[in-house]
């Protein structure tokens, strides 16, 4: 129902952007990264069961959805609206304990992922691009749990994880383009498996790559990254350019998995580095 393993990887990006954030390793308010880890799981869960209302119709539709719990009538929609409004509320609080702009920029994010997002998803292609914003959420929150301010350190986390989604979730429109159309969904950006649609996975990659390594240049305030740590970063992003060089040269469903594996593991794999190079310096 919670979507575990999408559950815990969002708790991992916050619980990174959190280390980041405190001034030295030591200080490691073990009492709030619980907290966080717990209320920003509640979060997640919630999101994802709103969702999985909403839509219960329509993933009745895809074989990668059918088997759902709501859509497979195993749980009742009233059932599961109980507890997404728990999670949501229990999670609002727990996050509230560390500070009231953590509460509000989770609730922000659980807004727009049910309210505009998923509503969006039968409409218009856009939608890929409004849930970018909740999406990139998660990584930012961790920096503000712990400063209880929104700064330029914030705002690179979230640019961060905002560009990526982009070709990650561009991938998997590719792969499961025929499920999607089952569903009624249009996840592409032109709405078609064509070349206009696989240059933006190129482009939004670049700047990805480019917004990955801002922080080795010293412009961004207490978030920093020392040139080794860079090149590692960018290294990853060849890798993951790479791939998605190769889906617009092979047009291949195989492809399109393969870069949506690749940007699952760089994503977690830059977060490592960035939080190692802070540990290490």
């Keep these: 129902?919670?979507?575990?393993?999408?559950?815990?990887?969002?708790?991992?990006?916050?619980i990174a952007g959190y280390v980041l954030a405190v001034p030295d390793i030591r200080s490691i308010n073990y009492l709030t990264l619980l907290a966080?880890?717990?209320?920003?799981?509640?979060?997640v869960g919630a999101s994802n069961v709103y969702n999985q209302i909403i839509e219960r119709d329509l993933d009745k539709k895809m074989h990668r959805t059918a088997n759902r719990p709501i859509a497979s009538g195993r749980v009742k929609p009233?059932?599961?609206?109980i507890l997404a409004a728990a999670l949501t509320v229990v999670g609002l609080y727990?996050?509230?304990?560390?500070?009231?702009?953590?509460?509000?920029?989770?609730?922000?994010?659980?807004?727009?992922?049910?309210?505009?997002?998923?509503?969006?998803?039968?409409?218009?292609?856009?939608?890929?691009?409004?849930?970018?914003?909740?999406?990139?959420?998660?990584?930012?929150?961790?920096?503000?749990?712990?400063?209880?301010?929104f700064g330029i350190e914030a705002g690179?986390?979230?640019?961060?994880?905002?560009?990526w989604q982009f070709p990650h979730f561009w991938?998997?429109?590719?792969?499961?383009?025929?499920?999607?159309?089952?569903?009624?969904?249009?996840?592409?950006?032109?709405?078609?498996?064509?070349?206009?649609?696989?240059?933006?996975?190129?482009?939004?990659?670049?700047w990805l790559i480019i917004v990955s390594i801002f922080p080795a240049f010293g412009v961004t305030g207490r978030l920093y990254l020392t040139p080794i740590s860079a090149v590692l970063v960018f290294l990853a992003g060849v890798w993951m350019l790479l791939a998605a060089v190769n889906l617009y040269q092979k047009?291949?469903?195989?492809?399109?998995?393969?870069?949506?594996?690749?940007s699952v593991t760089y994503i977690s794999l830059i977060q490592i580095i960035y939080v190692l190079d802070k540990i290490l310096r």
């Design 1 to 14: 129902m919670t979507k575990m393993g999408l559950a815990l990887s969002v708790v991992f990006s916050t």
């Design 36 to 43: 966080l880890a717990v209320g920003g799981y509640c979060m």
């Design 78 to 81: 009233q059932s599961a609206f």
């Design 94 to 149: 727990i996050l509230y304990t560390i500070n009231p702009k953590t509460a509000m920029f989770a609730a922000i994010s659980i807004f727009l992922y049910t309210s505009v997002y998923t509503p969006l998803k039968p409409v218009t292609p856009l939608s890929v691009f409004v849930g970018a914003f909740p999406g990139a959420i998660p990584f930012m929150l961790g920096w503000v749990a712990e400063t209880n301010n």
């Design 156 to 163: 690179m986390l979230f640019m961060i994880q905002f560009f």
């Design 171 to 206: 991938a998997i429109g590719w792969f499961l383009y025929d499920d999607y159309e089952r569903g009624g969904f249009s996840m592409l950006p032109t709405g078609k498996k064509d070349n206009k649609t696989l240059r933006q996975i190129i482009l939004y990659t670049i």
């Design 251 to 262: 047009r291949t469903d195989k492809a399109a998995r393969s870069l949506m594996l690749v």
